[in-house]
């Protein structure tokens, strides 16, 4: 590291504090997701309200309000290790919706699909697109 001049400890990208995290996790939430996203914060069930709370406060307040990468960089890396995973559809889903609102579009996501099709397989990768197309046709209409 020294040798490209990086030093250590690396500058902090955290942008929000303990008091803010999770409003500014939520707007970045209804930033990428939609209005429905403060919804299930006040609508939820109950027993969901915990997890509802931790994506907003964790995920988002201290994750995707961070300087370094942007919304669409942070998108597509979050697409890709969902797509990696399987058997989280729903949050594929969720997030090809983000992807595509942060500027994503439908080719840009075939192509990541295409990239990690060697070490996804193939069920994955048609799932995925099937995905793809659906949410596109979604948030085209």
Known sequence: MEEFGITLPLPSQKTVTEKTRFHDGLEKQVSLFGP?????????????????RWLADNCFGDY????????????????CFILAQGG????LRGHTAGNIMAGNDKSKLYSIVEQCMPYIGYPRTLNAMNIIDEVADQLSK
Do not use: H, W
């Not at 989280?88 to 949050?91: L, R, V």
């Open 36 to 52: 429905g996203m403060r919804k299930q914060q006040t609508d939820a069930p109950e027993l969901r309200s915990n997890v509802n």
């Open 64 to 79: 995707y309000t961070r300087n370094g990468l942007n919304d669409r960089e942070r998108e597509m890396i979050t697409f």
């Open 88 to 91: 989280c559809e729903n949050q």
